[in-house]
Nanobody, 126 residues
Framework: QVQLVESGGGSVEAGGSLRLSCAASKRTFGYYTLGWFRQAPGSQAPGKDREIIARITPSGDGATYADSVKGRFTISRDNDKNIGYLQMNTLKPEDTAVYYC??????????????WGQGTRVTVSS
């Protein structure tokens, strides 16, 4: 079991930046792909409408981004510290969501991610 805790969410104006962190409880964090997902506020199907926005290989040598965040967001990880990051720049109101980190397989499907954090809310005002 790997416990994940996100932090760094908050409210920001459009064009601003935030850095999310994902702290893991075990060194086995480094064995898994790290993914960042988001879910729009008020979703009627918690867990089922999560959009993957970025993922990074266990070693950190490869990453994939959703088109909606490409060029604005950067995923990274520090396996020595059991922590992952999502740097979010040039934020837009449509980035408003609850952001989740998860670890699992290198896919874009939420069901392949084994452990999840509780989420951190990001609100971007225009």
């Amino acid at each position: 079991q790997v416990q994940l805790v996100e932090s760094g969410g908050g409210s920001v104006e459009a064009g601003g930046s935030l850095r999310l962190s994902c702290a893991a409880s075990k060194r086995t964090f480094g064995y898994y792909t790290l993914g960042w997902f988001r879910q729009a506020p008020g979703s009627q199907a918690p867990g089922k409408d999560r959009e993957i926005i970025a993922r990074i290989t266990p070693s950190g040598d490869g990453a994939t981004y959703a088109d909606s965040v490409k060029g604005r967001f950067t995923i990274s990880r520090d396996n020595d510290k059991n922590i992952g990051y999502l740097q979010m720049n040039t934020l837009k109101p449509e980035d408003t969501a609850v952001y989740y980190c998860a670890v699992g397989s290198y896919t874009d499907r939420p069901e392949t991610y084994k452990f999840w954090g509780q989420g951190t809310r990001v609100t971007v005002s225009s």
